[in-house]
């Protein structure tokens, strides 16, 4: 994530221009930054072979046409991902040409055209970079990466641990070797790990994300002594996260706004500064169905409302958010530019 400026929010494409594109494809990573985003999130999962790859889970049926491939059949599997049964087909067990073969699919068909399935491919995440990079110099502007590092506990049992290979790509590429680089987790233990090889005050930063409050990261319940998320948001919690992380990234719920003045205030928003972390909101959505009510027009939940989206990332802007994420970044450009 670029360092705030004095333009506002940084506005982060989450998983590209999704809300147009299909998710975690070269094409709606080059939409997003087009549409003004200041850096794009790749979701990362791991191959067979130990290759990087942009996907929101390890299970794909969703969000690729593998399913419908005769020569994957077999590949179909049910297994446990950070404690819960999924049924699918899992990344893990497609080597980098297998999944190549592969083509994108949109993930919620219902809200969002289809027009565009089948066109794209899987993406490396050093396909990312070599595209970041490329637009960064053509647009001639700084975009940031926020990689998020998916099911860090599962790809570590199964000796695909993604940790040491992110930081690798990181430092081949000359791009990502000065450009702002976000590295999110769900999990604790791996941060603190990558923070111990990440020094402070250089451009790799690090955000812990926030789940449910009564959820757990992974990492704590796999050990035994799960730690809900509500304890890290509490203010002791958010400085022991300040310890290991830069920002900490809440669902945009949980920052219970509250009137004051002319604008809005968030008790968490202001903990978490307090303690010395930056806030990165998760996710705006530009269809009634994901909007607050209040916010919501009379077209139906399917219906894109862009002014009632502008309005609601504008409200959640003025409790001092440092950056959000959002699956349309035009809007979350015009919300930040007060166009």
């Not at 200041?38 to 046409?65: C, F």
């Not at 027009?115 to 595209?131: H, K, Y």
């Not at 110099?137 to 940790?163: D, T, W, Y």
């Not at 998760?282 to 994901?290: I, L």
């Given at each position: 994530?670029?360092?705030?400026?004095?333009?506002?929010?940084?506005?982060?494409?989450?998983?590209?221009?999704?809300?147009?594109?299909?998710?975690?494809?070269?094409?709606?990573?080059?939409?997003?930054?087009?549409?003004?985003?200041?850096?794009?999130?790749?979701?990362?999962?791991?191959?067979?072979?130990?290759?990087?790859?942009?996907?929101?889970?390890?299970?794909?049926?969703?969000?690729?046409?593998?399913?419908?491939?005769?020569?994957?059949?077999?590949?179909?599997?049910?297994?446990?991902?950070?404690?819960?049964?999924?049924?699918?087909?899992?990344?893990?067990?497609?080597?980098?040409?297998?999944?190549?073969?592969?083509?994108?699919?949109?993930?919620?068909?219902?809200?969002?055209?289809?027009?565009?399935?089948?066109?794209?491919?899987?993406?490396?995440?050093?396909?990312?970079?070599?595209?970041?990079?490329?637009?960064?110099?053509?647009?001639?502007?700084?975009?940031?990466?926020?990689?998020?590092?998916?099911?860090?506990?599962?790809?570590?049992?199964?000796?695909?641990?993604?940790?040491?290979?992110?930081?690798?790509?990181?430092?081949?590429?000359?791009?990502?070797?000065?450009?702002?680089?976000?590295?999110?987790?769900?999990?604790?233990?791996?941060?603190?790990?990558?923070?111990?090889?990440?020094?402070?005050?250089?451009?790799?930063?690090?955000?812990?994300?926030?789940?449910?409050?009564?959820?757990?990261?992974?990492?704590?319940?796999?050990?035994?002594?799960?730690?809900?998320?509500?304890?890290?948001?509490?203010?002791?919690?958010?400085?022991?996260?300040?310890?290991?992380?830069?920002?900490?990234?809440?669902?945009?719920?949980?920052?219970?706004?509250?009137?004051?003045?002319?604008?809005w205030r968030s008790a968490l928003?202001?903990?978490?500064?307090?303690?010395?972390?930056e806030v990165v909101a998760y996710?705006?959505?530009?269809?009634?169905?994901?909007?607050?009510?209040?916010?919501?027009?009379?077209?139906?939940?399917?219906?894109?409302?862009?002014?009632?989206?502008?309005?609601?990332?504008?409200?959640?802007?003025?409790?001092?958010?440092?950056?959000?994420?959002?699956?349309?970044?035009?809007?979350?450009?015009?919300?930040?530019?007060?166009?």
């Amino acid at each position: 994530m670029p360092q705030p400026s004095d333009q506002g929010s940084q506005v982060i494409a989450h998983r590209g221009a999704s809300a147009w594109l299909p998710e975690h494809t070269l094409a709606a990573y080059a939409r997003a930054i087009a549409d003004g985003a200041d850096a794009i999130e790749p979701d990362l999962v791991m191959t067979r072979d130990g290759v990087l790859v942009a996907r929101h889970e390890n299970e794909i049926s969703g969000t690729t046409d593998v399913a419908t491939r005769p020569e994957f059949a077999d590949r179909k599997a049910r297994r446990q991902v950070d404690g819960e049964w999924v049924e699918g087909w899992f990344t893990e067990d497609f080597s980098l040409a297998e999944l190549k073969t592969l083509r994108a699919r949109e993930r919620l068909p219902q809200l969002r055209s289809t027009a565009n399935d089948g066109r794209f491919e899987v993406p490396t995440f050093d396909e990312i970079v070599a595209l970041v990079a490329a637009e960064s110099e053509q647009r001639g502007r700084v975009v940031g990466l926020v990689p998020e590092i998916k099911h860090p506990s599962h790809f570590a049992e199964r000796n695909l641990a993604m940790e040491q290979p992110l930081l690798d790509a990181l430092a081949a590429h000359a791009y990502t070797r000065r450009a702002p680089v976000l590295i999110q987790s769900f999990e604790t233990a791996n941060l603190r790990a990558l923070r111990a090889a990440v020094p402070r005050g250089g451009n790799i930063r690090l955000l812990q994300l926030v789940g449910a409050p009564d959820a757990a990261p992974y990492d704590t319940v796999a050990a035994g002594t799960p730690v809900p998320y509500a304890r890290l948001v509490s203010p002791e919690g958010l400085r022991e996260v300040a310890d290991y992380a830069d920002a900490i990234g809440p669902p945009y719920a949980m920052l219970q706004l509250q009137p004051q003045g002319d604008g809005w205030r968030s008790a968490l928003v202001d903990a978490a500064h307090a303690a010395g972390l930056e806030v990165v909101a998760y996710t705006f959505r530009p269809e009634n169905y994901f909007l607050e009510p209040r916010f919501q027009d009379d077209a139906g939940p399917a219906a894109r409302n862009e002014a009632g989206s502008v309005r609601e990332i504008r409200r959640y802007l003025s409790a001092g958010l440092d950056a959000f994420f959002t699956d349309d970044p035009a809007l979350g450009r015009a919300a930040v530019d007060g166009r």
